[in-house]
């Protein structure tokens, strides 16, 4: 018998938005550990009020981002191959993820900067490939879905031991998966590009820089935001509506409900004050998390010099069909598979941080 339509709507599913404010200057500030540990980012988002042009400093961080690899039909064993292993996952900085995978139907891979892989598999792949793991936190009443977590810096993983020959075995010989894979490196030597380009050569890739578009907003309502309200009890909006404002801000939906609008009955929060312009700037790729570090310092920058507004704003959304959102944790998709974190800079050093995810996800650090 089928669930009536109405009951199914009514069931929301929840989320998780995690609140945090500090200062950049306060030494036990974690702002730091929670963009590295945010592994794998697909688009960045900078609001900037009272700015027409991205400042050349910025501009440049920007362009100077790390290249990024899609390489298709890659063995995922050639990943535990021994040069592989000790020219780049062991020295940190490296990054992997299946690509077109989707985290809810197929099987999902990825390798973490700090040497761990993850193999998100459905039943099947998982028994017959016969290394142990895991059943997933979001299977339902039977378990259609396991994790294999593979710590490639262990001792006990190291090219020669027995339990590295039996896991090498598994995907080369059992199961020999392939999948396209994202591949990124943070600031390579000259024995790592060798590497890297060595395993390249052997397959069909394409090279790409993240994509960059820039767009100015003219006469915006924006929120008013005091750094020692982040709750929004008395002089600010709080973070639900900030966060909501800033995704009509990205998908350039109009703040103002205009009486002759059909398309969107939307307001900006209050309380609010309108602004001359905005900056808007966007980046989409495969992007580390160092060069999100690096571009949120040239950020920190930018209240150096006199400006109009006391705020700038950087979002960066993870990819929906991860298998981990933060560090480990694992991700699942069920309706959305966000996750994402959003740092509010103001001119004085403080900062908001906002972290957010979907059902399927454990809590942000």
Not at 160 to 173: A, E, F, N
Not at 251 to 272: G, K, M, R
Not at 338 to 361: I, R, S
Request: proline fraction near 6%; hydrophobic fraction near 35%.
């Amino acid at each position: 018998m089928m669930r009536p339509w109405g009951s199914s709507l009514e069931k929301c599913p929840r989320s998780l938005l995690v609140c945090e404010k500090s200062n950049f200057l306060n030494e036990k500030s974690q702002h730091d550990i929670h963009v590295s540990k945010h592994n794998f980012n697909y688009k960045i988002s900078v609001l900037m009020p009272e700015c027409g042009i991205l400042p050349a400093n910025i501009s440049s961080v920007i362009n100077s981002f790390s290249p990024y690899y899609l390489v298709r039909d890659l063995p995922v064993y050639e990943l535990l191959e021994e040069t592989f292993l000790e020219s780049l996952v062991k020295k940190g900085n490296f990054y992997a993820l299946s690509y077109s995978t989707k985290i809810d139907e197929d099987n999902s891979i990825a390798l973490l900067s700090s040497g761990q892989l993850i193999l998100s598999l459905d039943k099947d792949t998982y028994e017959q490939l016969g290394v142990e793991g895991r059943p997933s936190l979001y299977n339902h009443r039977k378990a259609m879905r396991f994790v294999v977590t593979l710590d490639l810096t262990d001792k006990r993983l190291t090219p020669g031991t027995k339990r590295y020959q039996r896991v090498l075995s598994s995907l080369k010989d059992r199961l020999p998966l392939r999948y396209d894979f994202f591949f990124s490196k943070y600031s390579t030597g000259a024995d790592e590009d060798k590497t890297l380009h060595k395993l390249l050569s052997q397959y069909s890739y394409e090279e790409h820089k993240p994509a960059v578009s820039h767009h100015t907003l003219k006469e915006i309502p924006c929120p008013t935001l005091y750094p020692s309200d982040i709750q929004g009890k008395t002089l600010s909006c709080d973070p639900h509506h900030f966060l909501e404002w800033l995704g009509a801000v990205n998908l350039d939906i109009s703040c103002e409900n205009a009486a002759d609008s059909f398309l969107s009955t939307y307001v900006c929060p209050e309380p609010q004050s309108s602004v001359s312009q905005a900056l808007l700037c966007t980046v989409t790729g495969f992007i580390s998390p160092e060069n999100v570090f690096v571009l949120l310092q040239e950020l920190r920058q930018y209240f150096n010099e006199p400006r109009f507004t006391p705020w700038v704003s950087l979002t960066v959304h993870g990819f929906m069909d991860s298998p981990v959102s933060w560090g480990a944790t694992e991700h699942g998709f069920l309706k959305g598979g966000e996750n994402f974190y959003n740092l509010v800079c103001f001119k004085n050093q403080d900062y908001w941080l906002h972290m957010a995810t979907g059902a399927q996800d454990g809590c942000p650090p």
